[in-house]
T-cell receptor, first 113, second 112 residues
């Protein structure tokens, strides 16, 4: 059972570089989310997609873009990485926006030098 | 502003103690609130609460939701060192858009 798969698991970038975090789920879920987690803090919502074809900003969207490529895939792009974006990123999916367990990927640790 | 607030932010107890973790939220008229446990990796699911006043139980853990007062509690009885973790609750954001917001988390340390 793959569940939610994120790649890459680790990445080191230099300030100003760009990269895309990939996320795919195989549970036929409608809703997908990107969160970041910094030391000593909870999960902060970056962007989410309530259903295929829609995306919305979360709590901390600045510096990020997303694409809901299809029902399975939801990618997060950093166009010009900054040290403040050093964090652990989690992708998650849910059957729909209103109810159901939120399933998480294993996380991607990103360091921006 | 959407808010989910957890308290306390951290807690140190000894094995065998009972702890109560709190989660308050601001959005009314929603369908579910979630509790998660996080150790070193991704959060793992504990409970989903949808109805006020109905307790959910799993072993030594239990949780209940009060939709009128907009809060939930997570109880852990007879704590063990393996309960040491960050406990997170997640509730809805405003605007009926499907946004799911997490609180800051409660870091629980259980000492032998």
């Amino acid at each position: 059972n793959a569940g939610v798969t994120q790649t890459p698991k680790f990445q080191v970038l230099k300030t100003g570089q760009s990269m895309t975090l990939q996320c795919a789920q195989d549970m036929n879920h409608n809703s997908m989310y990107w969160y970041r987690q910094d030391p000593g803090m909870g999960l902060r919502l970056i962007y989410y997609s309530a259903s295929e074809g829609t995306t919305d900003k979360g709590e901390v969207p600045n510096g990020y873009n997303v694409s809901r490529l299809n029902k399975r895939e939801f990618s997060l792009r950093l166009e010009s990485a900054a040290p403040s974006q050093t964090s652990v990123y989690f992708c998650a999916s849910r059957r729909d926006s209103w109810t159901g367990e939120l399933f998480f990927g294993e996380g991607s640790r990103l360091t921006v030098l | 502003e959407d808010k989910v607030v957890q308290s306390p932010l951290s807690l140190v107890v000894h094995e065998g103690d009972t702890v109560t973790l709190n989660c308050s939220y601001e959005v009314t008229n929603f369908r579910s609130l979630l509790w998660y446990k996080q150790e070193k990796k991704a959060p793992t699911f504990l409970f989903m609460l949808t109805s006020s006043g109905i307790e959910k139980k799993s072993g030594r853990l239990s949780s209940i939701l009060d939709k009128k007062e907009l809060f939930s509690i997570l109880n852990i009885t007879a704590t063990q060192t393996g309960d040491s973790a960050i406990y997170l609750c997640a509730g809805p954001g405003s605007g009926n858009t499907g946004k799911l917001i997490f609180g800051q988390g409660t870091t629980l340390q259980v000492k032998p």
